[in-house]
């Protein structure tokens, strides 16, 4: 058996698959083993499945109630389910058992999206002055507070305790950053873990697919409930490629290639999709953008898509010829399926943006632009595609849910990925959407995602009452909340750096598939 903290764990990360099963048969053969419940409940977690993971760390925390950090586990399950009155108990649970801050601000957070202001206010104060400021947990509750505060109409104390907050920011701004917005994509409105499903993606793709401002994307089929769509629709188009992905695969993994989907369509476990055969090759390879948007207020709407992003490279030439459909390294570009791979090339200068098989997005279009593409219209294009994408998801009632969910600034602001498919002809097609994406990685990604996150806290934490400010308008501000939040805005947009505001209004021009 491997070792279960070293072998499985790492078979979690490369191979859920192998993982899954391997440990449903070790927790019935120890069904008393913390270990083992642990792991099971972590490999739903990592494929989005927070239910059957809080019943699995349930299980634990019964066999070991002690344990703090399957408390905390529990507790981040039920906030991934949108259970926040579940969490809060969790929370307050665990604080009995052990007082921590992490459980402390936990709780608090949850009676701000609980809209109990008063409580959540009550929690935040009796924690502060115990707070050492070099403590992990700082950072989330000033930050925690100073929200919470404009929410509750006091935007005058919360920008005191933003004074300490941006403190702490200055003295490490990469660390700080991160940690923040890491925070942030593990606790945001447990709706956009949809997204990250494919099928579910697909679903809402098609169900939108007719709009005029729908993004491209491949026809999608979604087994086994499409099955005979897939295979009338393979008769039509003869000598097709389709891409078979797993309804929940992370990393590249379980993806198959093929021509005959006979091969594929018994399964009940994938999205199965015609496969662009003509994408852009760099040097013979294949390659997907990983592009950034962030979404900051749902009333009125507004959304940005960053300008840099992050270009990964499958190690083999591309190969469409029936010998060469089966070589997931040459139409997977998911950089951690390829670990060990011979030829992978992996740059440790983060100053190199063209070396090996992760590039950043400008030093793409640096080479697209030598190879004679319009680089602004491929820019102009993926803005398109983002502001299509945030359209489906409005279409979906994502936002209006979310809206109603939670007082205004319970949650921060929202980065997402988008794995986007250049074609030869230059034009985007969106593969699949990440609820959260990756901050760290390589060095180049390393340090583009340090300045995307320094970018979103610094639009996110800007001080309402800046000095010289005239004493009308801070009277204003502390009781016009309207006000406060045009403020905001104002604020947001100064400090925007590369994002690049979203249309507010989508395009009605059809663009062809």
Same mark, same amino acid.
């Given at each position: 058996?491997?070792?279960?903290?070293?072998?499985? +764990?790492?078979?979690?990360?490369?191979?859920?698959?192998?993982?899954?099963?391997?440990?449903?048969?070790?927790?019935?053969?120890?069904?008393?083993?913390?270990?083992?419940?642990?792991?099971?409940?972590?490999?739903?977690?990592?494929?989005?499945?927070?239910?059957?993971?809080?019943?699995?760390?349930?299980?634990?925390?019964?066999?070991?109630?002690?344990?703090?950090?399957?408390?905390?586990?529990?507790?981040?399950?039920? !906030?991934?389910?949108?259970?926040?009155?579940?969490?809060?108990?969790?929370?307050?649970?665990?604080?009995?058992?052990?007082?921590?801050?992490?459980?402390?601000?936990?709780?608090?957070?949850?009676?701000? $999206?609980?809209?109990?202001?008063?409580?959540?206010?009550?929690?935040?104060?009796?924690?502060?002055?115990?707070?050492?400021?070099?403590?992990?947990?700082?950072?989330? @509750?000033?930050?925690?507070?100073? #929200?919470?505060?404009?929410?509750?109409?006091?935007?005058?104390?919360?920008?005191?305790?933003?004074?300490?907050?941006?403190?702490?920011?200055?003295? %490490?701004?990469?660390?700080?950053?991160?940690?923040?917005?890491?925070?942030? %994509?593990?606790?945001?409105?447990?709706?956009?873990?949809?997204?990250?499903?494919?099928?579910?993606?697909?679903?809402?793709?098609? $169900?939108?697919?007719?709009?005029?401002?729908?993004?491209?994307?491949?026809?999608?089929?979604?087994?086994?409930?499409?099955?005979?769509?897939?295979?009338?629709?393979?008769?039509?188009?003869?000598?097709?490629?389709?891409?078979?992905?797993?309804?929940?695969?992370?990393?590249?993994?379980?993806? =198959?290639?093929?021509?005959?989907?006979?091969?594929?369509?018994?399964?009940?476990? !994938?999205?199965?999709?015609?496969?662009?055969?003509?994408?852009?090759? *760099?040097?013979?390879?294949?390659?997907?953008?990983?592009?950034?948007?962030?979404?900051?207020?749902?009333?009125?709407?507004?959304?940005?898509?960053? +300008?840099?992003?992050? *270009?990964?490279?499958?190690?083999?030439?591309?190969? @469409?010829?029936?010998?060469?459909?089966?070589? !997931?390294?040459?139409?997977?570009? %998911?950089?951690?399926?390829?670990?060990?791979?011979?030829?992978?090339?992996?740059?440790?200068?983060?100053?190199?943006?063209?070396?090996?098989?992760?590039?950043?997005?400008?030093?793409?279009?640096? $080479? #697209?632009?030598?190879?004679?593409?319009?680089?602004?219209?491929?820019?102009?294009?993926?803005?398109?595609?983002?502001?299509?994408?945030?359209?489906?998801? =409005?279409?979906?009632?994502?936002?209006?849910?979310?809206?109603?969910?939670?007082?205004?600034?319970?949650?921060?602001?929202?980065?997402?990925?988008?794995?986007?498919?250049?074609?030869?002809?230059?034009?985007?097609?969106?593969?699949?959407?990440?609820?959260?994406?990756?901050?760290?990685?390589?060095?180049? !990604?390393?340090?583009?995602?340090?300045?995307?996150?320094?970018?979103?806290?610094?639009?996110?934490?800007?001080?309402?009452?800046?000095?010289?400010?005239?004493?009308?308008?801070?009277?204003?501000?502390?009781?016009?909340?309207?006000?406060?939040?045009?403020?905001?805005?104002?604020?947001?947009?100064?400090?925007?750096?590369?994002?690049?505001?979203?249309?507010?209004?989508?395009?009605?021009?059809?663009?062809?598939?």
């Amino acid at each position: 058996m491997p070792a279960l903290n070293g072998d499985l +764990r790492q078979l979690i990360e490369t191979d859920q698959k192998a993982a899954r099963p391997l440990l449903q048969d070790i927790v019935a053969r120890l069904p008393k083993s913390v270990e083992a419940r642990t792991l099971l409940a972590t490999s739903y977690l990592r494929s989005l499945e927070a239910a059957p993971a809080l019943e699995h760390y349930r299980a634990a925390h019964l066999l070991e109630p002690g344990n703090l950090s399957i408390r905390h586990q529990m507790g981040l399950s039920a !906030v991934a389910m949108g259970d926040f009155e579940t969490a809060l108990s969790i929370f307050r649970d665990a604080l009995s058992l052990t007082p921590t801050e992490h459980s402390a601000s936990m709780a608090a957070l949850m009676l701000h $999206r609980l809209g109990r202001v008063a409580e959540a206010v009550k929690a935040y104060s009796e924690l502060l002055p115990k707070l050492k400021r070099d403590n992990t947990e700082a950072l989330h @509750i000033l930050r925690g507070m100073t #929200m919470l505060l404009r929410d509750a109409g006091a935007p005058l104390a919360a920008d005191r305790f933003l004074s300490e907050l941006i403190a702490l920011y200055l003295q %490490n701004p990469a660390q700080v950053a991160s940690a923040v917005i890491e925070r942030d %994509n593990s606790i945001d409105y447990h709706e956009w873990t949809s997204i990250a499903y494919k099928t579910n993606l697909a679903h809402a793709l098609t $169900r939108s697919a007719d709009k005029p401002w729908a993004p491209r994307f491949p026809v999608s089929f979604v087994l086994p409930e499409a099955r005979a769509a897939l295979l009338d629709y393979a008769k039509r188009e003869t000598g097709a490629l389709f891409i078979a992905k797993p309804h929940r695969g992370t990393g590249g993994q379980g993806i =198959t290639v093929t021509r005959d989907v006979t091969e594929v369509a018994d399964r009940d476990d !994938v999205v199965v999709q015609r496969y662009v055969e003509r994408p852009y090759l *760099v040097d013979g390879r294949k390659a997907h953008v990983r592009l950034y948007g962030l979404v900051t207020s749902l009333n009125p709407f507004r959304a940005y898509l960053y +300008r840099e992003g992050i *270009v990964r490279f499958a190690p083999d030439p591309y190969d @469409i010829d029936d010998s060469g459909l089966g070589n !997931v390294h040459a139409h997977v570009t %998911n950089t951690a399926l390829h670990q060990g791979h011979p030829t992978l090339e992996i740059s440790k200068n983060a100053a190199e943006e063209n070396i090996g098989h992760i590039w950043t997005l400008s030093a793409y279009l640096e $080479r #697209m632009k030598a190879d004679g593409r319009d680089v602004e219209a491929v820019r102009a294009a993926m803005r398109e595609l983002a502001s299509g994408f945030l359209g489906v998801l =409005t279409a979906e009632g994502l936002f209006a849910r979310q809206a109603k969910a939670a007082p205004r600034r319970a949650f921060a602001f929202k980065l997402f990925g988008m794995d986007v498919l250049i074609d030869s002809d230059a034009r985007p097609w969106l593969i699949e959407a990440q609820r959260k994406p990756a901050l760290g990685g390589a060095a180049v !990604v390393q340090r583009v995602n340090v300045q995307l996150c320094r970018t979103v806290f610094e639009m996110g934490c800007g001080y309402v009452f800046e000095d010289g400010l005239p004493a009308e308008r801070i009277a204003t501000l502390a009781k016009d909340r309207p006000a406060l939040a045009q403020r905001e805005a104002e604020l947001e947009v100064a400090r925007k750096g590369l994002f690049e505001p979203l249309a507010p209004t989508l395009s009605e021009t059809p663009r062809p598939q």
